[in-house]
Nanobody, 123 residues
Framework: QVQLVESGGGLVQPGDSLSLSCAPS????????MAWFRQAPGKEREFLAG????????LYADSVKGRFTISRDNAKNTVLLQMNSLKPEDTAVYYC????????????????WGQGTQVTVSS
């Protein structure tokens, strides 16, 4: 029904910036809301930011507000996550997620997930 493909991860130094991209495909009504999560080793999957295609609504976790920006590129049919001022604690696997309803922060409410892309912040 829905396929999500993340790209853009890599190894960067503290203070650097990185942009992630998520390309959805399938039934458009099933990915009305899209979000970015991350999961570090030994930790729960954490909500970062989300948006709605139909309502242009955005939602951010307090921990990344001001550093991370979620946006959509309608021409390329992608959702982007711009990450600035990266810190070692940002090191994690970053996942794109989607659901048919409104934007929420609970990972259990998302039915569709990408394969993840590794982001490592280290000196």
């Amino acid at each position: 029904q829905v396929q999500l493909v993340e790209s853009g991860g890599g190894l960067v130094q503290p203070g650097d910036s990185l942009s992630l991209s998520c390309a959805p495909s399938g039934r458009t009504s099933s990915y009305n809301a899209m979000a970015w999560f991350r999961q570090a080793p030994g930790k729960e999957r954490e909500f970062l930011a989300g948006l709605s295609w139909s309502g242009a609504r955005t939602l951010y976790a307090d921990s990344v507000k001001g550093r991370f920006t979620i946006s959509r590129d309608n021409a390329k049919n992608t959702v982007l996550l711009q990450m600035n001022s990266l810190k070692p604690e940002d090191t994690a696997v970053y996942y794109c997620a989607a659901r048919p309803g409104v934007v929420v922060s609970n990972r259990l409410d998302y039915a569709y997930w990408g394969q993840g892309t590794q982001v490592t912040v280290s000196s």
